[in-house]
């Protein structure tokens, strides 16, 4: 697979998925509704701390990279 074909892969599929994950925030900030929803404020904290988490992972992964190349000037 050439390099260009990997980069529009890329695109592809992580526009796709980093779509799919705003929509299911957006569908968590919908749970804040108090008239639908009973929660208390450990609840929306452990929430947002597992989310931030998973955010801090992933980014991560992409620093971690160019991390492994070495010391360069």
């Known amino acids: 697979m050439s390099a260009e074909d990997k ?7 992580a526009e796709r998925r980093v779509n799919r994950a705003l ?17 208390t404020d450990d609840q929306v904290r452990e929430m947002f701390n597992a989310i931030e988490n998973e955010v801090r992972l ?16």
Not at 28 to 39: E, F, H, I, M
């Open 7 to 13: 980069a529009a892969r890329f695109r592809r599929v």
């Open 23 to 39: 929509k299911a925030i957006h569908l968590v900030g919908q749970c804040s509704n108090r008239r639908v929803y009973a929660y």
């Open 58 to 73: 992933a980014k991560q992964l992409y620093l971690s990279r160019d991390s492994q190349r070495g010391f360069r000037f």
